[in-house]
């Protein structure tokens, strides 16, 4: 109740504070309008007293050119006038009149106006309304190949390592390839296969809404950005063919080719490579998809390590994608994504995980040498007709992939085989229809189909388990088949009100998930034969299913440049189990109420504030409901203290300011953030044996987490160059149970990071990346509380990439990483990293000639460290020798 209360106090205080603005008695109003008579959306109007430059009132015309300003009672409305100005026209001043209460305005467009001023030097970039423009040829270098090289360099972009694109620290919505959405959420094969000399421009669409029906009637705070291919390259297919031979028995093949005119599009990419390079990052759906549960068992419980891929990724993979699309003249786009791949990887590590518990240290150690061998097929058919009147869509995926792992482990205990084969089938359908109606209101109708399996099978030694089940050794070997199952159905409506001061949704949602979750052991004599393990009273087979209906109401007010937005969704959800081997079933309700607040104001065109605060509610995963245990790895055993249903309920507060200076080249976003999640389920560890034993239980509890963040990203006109600062800390208090004594864990992270190009003697290109990270972690036993453990350990890297040419035929490029790890309880870690290449181009042949050395010094180990909640972990792994390669590169 008290939450509620704050959140009723919090929407009266705001409205509030709008209600008592003073009366609109001067209430000015227009429209803004080019000669031809059309409207100017985003046109700056402000009025302010004759020979001074003190705004006392501004605003902004809307879509239609409209505007209105409101002046209070106490402001004399004499000596004022109107300021006019655009981007892509003229400012205008107009004298105030005051009998006069509605203007017609007309701008003119003139030759030397700041939208055809381009930035000179390197980089060029402009804006007109709310797009930008970034001229690639402008930020491209010699060195660079695909569009990806080229965005990392644009002010206001990021370009993480699995190809995920924001811009001022926003991720993108939608990426298009000359207006067509082509690759969907897998954009990644586009920004690492589109050469960058094929593109005139990335357009960046800022407040983007896609649909044609809700432009104008939503808000979106949505950013894509368009590829805007250049002319001469949409008559003609493009292409790029790569071979790339090398040792240690190295391979390196690429063939791209591309076809990007206004009616068809191809993008199909066939990939082979054993030097490191992980093509299915580039498969990864970094957009909307159906959500679908992750896989139960694991092979190893060692993650990457944290430097490049390509630095200790042991491959020998394969992937085939095509990529077509087809534009009709009545507007209906039909696309198709296949995808195939196949991978073998091989891992070698060792590690050691300290806990530090009362009056104990539990120390895992373990050893593994594995290999990894995945094959899968991706089917993805869309179909789209977007018009002024009427939205609709389908869009169908299928997806299937299958995994067999091999390991060899030692964990101190035994020296043990261990084999998983994994399979995963998804299949899924989403109908999206929007028509508009007669009174010009909005309706719009979306049926989500989602259905998944994950059937898996491990095989290891019993002598890691029996021990801890029956306190003996009964088998030749072990045998779990286990897996997760999903069916989802779910349709809604939303009903759109147009209202100029309120615009109001409403909207139902009803619908379905059906989850099994089973795990069958199996013991297997020494003449092979299997057999159902103690009499199956370990194995699980529990199925959930959850009902709901949801009605959805959503009101957002606009006043002046300030923007409230309240959500009342409420939702009923009935959940029903049933553990077919305990023979137990049982069922709940609930009834949760979800309100999200929202307070969003225009500082100015290029400024933004948004304050936020919602609560969201979910219901306990079939994860937490199952008894019998459950083999996540060969470390790891998880099962649950009963079969309880419960819900778990977050707070979250959010403050976000961004800043646009397209013409300067400065963007900035400062956010910070707070959240509680409550809930009466734990998790709680046991150490037995060398072995993690996870068992869900009943206790209330709360997880505090806060975080801040800022970044800047500014283009130096100077040095020709681009240079980003990002700092961040987040902070999390949380409480968990060890060998059955509870413990209370505060963790703090600091991060910083900076990246600077710039160009010396015109020859010489420089590249320069730090990053510091630095984390501190404590805990406190419940039982003695003035005994505190600390641990604290920071991370700094820095890289330096120089690039040396004198033509445009030629380059040499030298690439320098520095790593250090510091923790008190370890000796300090110092590795760096140096690859060379030269390049040749051939402009004649349309080819070039590549030579490269990763890894020069041969570095064959990497050793690192991490803190966690009461101890650290310390591994080891095997990583990629020295590479010497020759590529031959031919362009189409």
């Known amino acids: 109740m008290i939450y509620l209360f704050r959140i009723i106090t919090i929407i009266y205080l705001v409205f509030w504070s709008l209600s008592i603005f003073p009366q609109e008695k001067h209430a000015i109003s227009g429209t803004v309008k080019t000669n031809e008579n059309e409207p100017i959306s985003f046109a700056t109007i402000s009025i302010k007293p004759i020979e001074t430059n003190k705004i006392i009132s501004f605003t902004t015309s809307d879509s239609q050119g409209k505007f209105k300003l409101v002046l209070a009672q106490n402001i004399s409305l004499n000596k004022l006038e109107l300021l006019i100005s655009h981007i892509n026209y003229g400012k205008k001043l107009i004298a105030f009149d005051p009998e006069l209460f509605e203007y017609e305005i007309i701008l003119e467009k003139e030759a030397n106006l700041i939208d055809s001023v381009h930035i000179k030097r390197f980089a060029k970039i402009n804006q007109k309304g709310d797009t930008l423009h970034y001229n690639v040829e402008g930020f491209s270098k010699i060195e660079d190949r695909n569009i990806g090289d080229v965005l ?489 203290s009963g079969f309880k249903i419960w819900s778990r309920k977050t707070h979250s507060f959010l403050l976000d300011y961004s800043i646009k200076r397209p013409l300067k080249m400065v963007f900035a976003n400062i956010a910070g953030n707070y959240s509680i999640a409550s809930s009466d389920i734990l998790n709680t560890v046991v150490f037995e044996n060398n072995v993690q034993k996870h068992l869900q239980i009943d206790y209330a509890n709360q997880v505090k987490s806060a975080s801040v963040y800022a970044n800047i990203s500014k283009y130096l006109f100077s040095l020709a160059s681009t240079i980003s600062l990002k700092t961040g800390w987040n902070g999390i208090k949380m409480e968990n149970f060890y060998n059955n004594e509870l413990y209370h864990f505060s963790n703090d992270n600091y991060t910083l990071s900076t990246s600077l190009d710039f160009q010396l003697f015109k020859v010489l290109d420089v590249a320069q990346k730090f990053d510091l990270n630095y984390f501190k972690t404590e805990s406190r036993p419940h039982s003695a509380k003035d005994k505190i453990t600390k641990f604290n350990a920071n991370q700094i890297k820095s890289s330096t990439s120089l690039t040396f040419s004198t033509s445009k035929i030629f380059y040499l490029k030298a690439l320098i990483e520095s790593i250090y790890l510091n923790q008190k309880s370890s000796d300090a870690f110092n590795y760096y990293f140096v690859d060379f290449s030269a390049n040749w181009k051939f402009p004649k042949l349309s080819s070039e000639l590549e030579l490269i050395v990763n890894n020069i010094f041969n570095k064959k180990n990497y050793n690192t460290f991490s803190i966690h909640n009461n101890g650290y972990i310390q591994n080891s792994y095997l990583i990629n020798p020295r590479i010497s390669m020759i590529k031959y590169v031919f362009n189409f």
């Open 152 to 640: 990392k360099r644009m002010p206001g972009f990021e370009v993480a390592d699995n190809g995920e694109i924001r811009f001022n620290n926003r991720p993108i919505s939608n990426f298009y390839i000359d207006g067509d959405d082509l690759l969907g959420g897998k954009y990644a094969i586009g920004s690492k296969t589109i050469p960058h000399d094929i593109v005139k421009n990335i357009n960046v669409y800022t407040n983007h809404e896609h649909i044609k029906v809700n432009k104008d009637k939503y808000n979106s705070n949505e950013v894509a950005i368009n590829l805007e291919i250049k002319e001469d390259a949409k008559t003609k297919l493009n292409g790029m063919t790569k071979v790339g031979i090398g040792t240690p028995v190295k391979y390196d093949i690429e063939i791209n080719t591309l076809l990007l005119n206004k009616k068809i599009k191809m993008l199909n990419s066939l990939k082979g490579n054993n030097v490191g390079d992980d093509l299915t990052l580039a498969l990864t759906d970094l957009l909307s998809g159906p959500s679908v549960p992750s896989k139960l068992v694991s092979s190893s419980t060692v993650s990457y390590p944290p430097i490049q891929r390509k630095r200790h990724f042991m491959n020998n993979s394969g992937m085939f994608t095509a990529n077509n699309s087809h534009r009709f003249k009545n507007d209906l786009f039909v696309r198709s994504n296949i995808n195939t791949h196949i991978q073998n990887r091989r891992t070698e590590f060792e590690g050691i995980n300290n806990f530090f518990i009362v009056n104990d240290t539990v120390t895992l150690r373990e050893s593994q040498f594995g290999n990894n061998l995945a094959k899968g097929l991706g089917v993805d058919i869309y179909a789209e007709m977007n018009k002024l009147n009427f939205y609709l869509k389908n869009d169908f995926k299928f997806s299937t992939e299958v995994e067999n792992d091999l390991s060899d482990i030692n964990n101190s205990v035994t020296t043990f085989n261990q084999t998983l084969r994994s399979n995963s089938h998804l299949i899924s359908n989403n109908l999206h229809y929007i028509p508009k109606l007669k009174n010009q209101n909005i309706l719009s109708v979306n049926w989500q189909l989602t259905k998944k399996r994950m059937p898996q099978e491990i095989l290891f030694d019993p002598n890691i388990f029996e021990p801890i089940f029956f306190n003996e050794i009964l088998s030749n070997s072990l045998n779990q088949k286990s897996g997760r199952d999903l069916f989802s159905n779910s349709v809604n409506a939303v009903y759109t009100l147009r209202n100029k001061k309120i615009q109001q949704n409403y909207g139902v949602e009803l619908g379905h998930t059906s989850q099994r979750l089973y795990s069958k052991l199996n013991s297997i004599d020494s003449l092979g034969i299997e057999a159902n393990y103690h009499d199956g009273l370990e194995n699980n087979n529990l199925k959930l299913g959850e009902s709901n209906l949801s009605i959805y109401s959503r009101f957002r007010y606009k006043h002046k440049n300030s923007q409230v937005t309240l959500n009342i969704p409420i939702r009923y959800a009935f959940v029903r189990y049933k553990e077919e081997n305990q023979h137990k079933e049982g069922n709940k309700s609930f009834l949760l109420i979800e309100p999200y607040f929202a307070l969003e104001h225009q500082i100015n065109i290029q400024d933004k504030i948004n304050l936020s605060y919602n609560i969201k509610q979910s219901i306990n995963d079939i994860r937490t409901l199952y008894q019998g245990p459950l083999i996540l790895n060969h470390r790891t055993i998880q099962q649950n």
